[in-house]
């Protein structure tokens, strides 16, 4: 019923910048808090970055001052701008989204596919 589709990542250099963008749709009455997280191989998926419908934001420590979050409500999407990339940044990305469906549904949390994001040097 709600499906979120990526877009970006890549390869990118260490120091340089990436753009991801995942877009929710479907039968949408409301979107509670959008996220990013990310999992690198061995590894348990963490937190990256999540924002509230009122656009507060919490980061991970290890990337604040260097990614931002951002959402557009009337498109239902969320942004992660990612600077200063380094290499400990490497891992696939996941975006997800607590969703409240039309026709009184139910408040259920929703993952997008993952998208990998390699930095190197």
């Known amino acids: 019923q709600v499906q979120l589709v990526k877009s970006g990542g890549g390869l990118v250099q260490a120091g340089g910048s990436l753009r991801l963008s995942c877009v929710a749709s479907g039968r949408i009455f409301s979107i509670n808090t959008m996220g990013w997280y990310r999992q690198s191989p061995g590894k348990q998926r963490e937190l990256v970055a999540i924002i509230t419908s009122g656009g507060s934001t919490n980061y991970a420590e290890s990337v604040k001052g260097r990614f931002t979050i951002s959402r557009d409500n009337a498109k239902n999407t969320v942004y992660l701008q990612m600077n200063s990339l380094k290499r400990e940044d490497t891992a696939v990305y996941y975006c997800?989204?607590?969703?409240?469906?039309?026709?009184?549904?139910?408040?259920?949390?929703?993952w997008g596919q993952g998208t990998q994001v390699t930095v190197s040097s």
């Open positions: 997800n989204a607590e969703v409240r469906t039309t026709g009184g549904g139910r408040l259920n949390l929703y």
